[in-house]
């Protein structure tokens, strides 16, 4: 997993180079929102995005950075890892 700032993402790569999925980010001071995970359909169904989600999470934390997780999937994957829950923050709100 390669950090793209100017992208403003984060990108899997396969052993050619080929990026396998993507996650976006808005990074403001400390605070860094995850707004979207993206696998390319040739790579479904091998791990790709939780291996992106495990990496984005613990980069995170080595940065000392505070997670907002907009992105459908790596909210529904932290819910599956509260090992990262000291790192996030949650809204009681939802959004119509």
Not at 30 to 46: C, Q, S, W
Not at 52 to 81: N, Q, Y
Request: proline share 5%; aromatic share 8%.
């Amino acid at each position: 997993m390669t950090d793209v700032p100017a992208r403003e993402r984060f990108e899997a790569r396969d052993e050619t180079g080929a990026v396998a999925g993507v996650v976006t980010y808005q990074l403001t001071g400390a605070i860094i929102a995850y707004t979207h995970t993206e696998v390319d359909p040739a790579y479904e169904g091998r791990g790709v995005g939780s291996t992106l989600a495990r990496a984005v999470m613990d980069d995170a934390r080595a940065r000392r950075r505070t997670v907002v997780p907009i992105c459908p999937f790596l909210a529904d994957w932290l819910v599956k890892h509260p090992e990262y829950e000291d790192i996030v923050v949650r809204s009681t709100r939802k959004v119509k």
